[in-house]
T-cell receptor
C-alpha cells in the first residue's frame, strides 16, 4: 500500500501528557497537511508543509501544538500538555505541486482522559 | 475565511435510486476548486469528484455528477443508481486557486443507503 499512513491509529492519554503523531505521505508528494476533525464536523486545517518548510499555520494551532517535517518526507505533530478539548481525529493529507487533490491518511484518533 | 455549508446532516436513499446532496459556499474569489470527498465508517477520506470554477461544464465520474452553479455559489452532488457501498459521510470542500493551499470543509452529510 503506497497511500498516506499515520501512526498510531488510536491514542489514549491522560490530561497533561504529551503526545506525538507521525504521518508518512505518498513518497513523491512534496506537500503535507494536518487537519483536526471533531465529531460531527468536517476537517479543520491546522498546518501545511511544502517540502520541509512550514508555510501556513492555522490560528487553531496553539503554542501547545508543534509540527515538523525535518527532511521533507514524514511529518510529526506533537501536542504538549494535552487537554480534554484536544480529543479529536487528527488527519494527515499529502499532495503534489500541480495537483488539486489531497490524499488523506486514515487518521489518528486521540482521546484525552 | 471561506465558509462551506452543508445543510443536510443526514440523508437516506433507497438502493438503485438517485440522491442529491447540497453544498453552498461563500467566497469573493473567482478562481477556485470544489470537491466532494467520501469518508466511509472507520476508513479514510477519498476524493469522489472535483470541479474547477472556470469550467462551465459540470464534472461527472461514473454514477457521480455535480450541479455547479457559480453565481449561486452552489455545488450539489448527485449519486445515481445508489449502491450499499455509497453509505458514508460526504464532505464538500473548497480550495482557492490563488491564495493559500488549505481546504475548507463543510460539516458533512451522512448518507444511508437502504437495501
Amino acid at each position: 500500500d503506497t497511500g498516506v499512513s499515520q501512526d498510531p491509529r488510536h491514542k489514549i492519554t491522560k490530561r497533561g501528557q504529551n503526545v506525538t503523531f507521525r504521518c508518512d505521505p505518498i513518497s513523491e508528494h512534496n506537500r503535507l497537511y494536518w487537519y483536526r476533525q471533531t465529531l460531527g464536523q468536517g476537517p479543520e486545517f491546522l498546518t501545511y508543509f511544502q517540502n520541509e518548510a512550514q508555510l501556513e499555520k492555522s490560528r487553531l494551532l496553539s503554542d501547545r501544538f508543534s509540527a515538523e517535517r525535518p527532511k521533507g518526507s514524514f511529518s510529526t505533530l506533537e501536542i504538549q500538555r494535552t487537554e480534554q478539548g484536544d480529543s479529536a481525529m487528527y488527519l494527515c493529507a499529502s499532495s503534489l505541486t500541480g495537483l488539486n487533490e489531497q490524499f488523506f491518511g486514515p487518521g489518528t484518533r486521540l482521546t484525552v482522559l | 475565511a471561506q465558509t462551506v455549508t452543508q445543510s443536510q446532516p443526514e440523508m437516506s436513499v433507497q438502493e438503485a435510486e438517485t440522491v442529491t446532496l447540497s453544498c453552498t459556499y461563500d467566497t469573493s474569489e473567482s478562481d477556485y476548486y470544489l470537491f466532494w470527498y467520501k469518508q466511509p465508517p472507520s476508513r479514510q477520506m477519498i476524493l469522489v469528484i472535483r470541479q474547477e470554477a472556470y469550467k462551465q461544464q459540470n464534472a461527472t465520474e461514473n454514477r457521480f455528477s455535480v450541479n455547479f452553479q457559480k453565481a449561486a455559489k452552489s455545488f450539489s452532488l448527485k449519486i445515481s443508481d445508489s449502491q450499499l457501498g455509497d453509505a458514508a459521510m460526504y464532505f464538500c470542500a473548497y480550495r482557492s486557486a490563488n491564495t493559500g493551499n488549505q481546504f475548507y470543509f463543510g460539516t458533512g452529510t451522512s448518507l444511508t443507503v437502504i437495501p
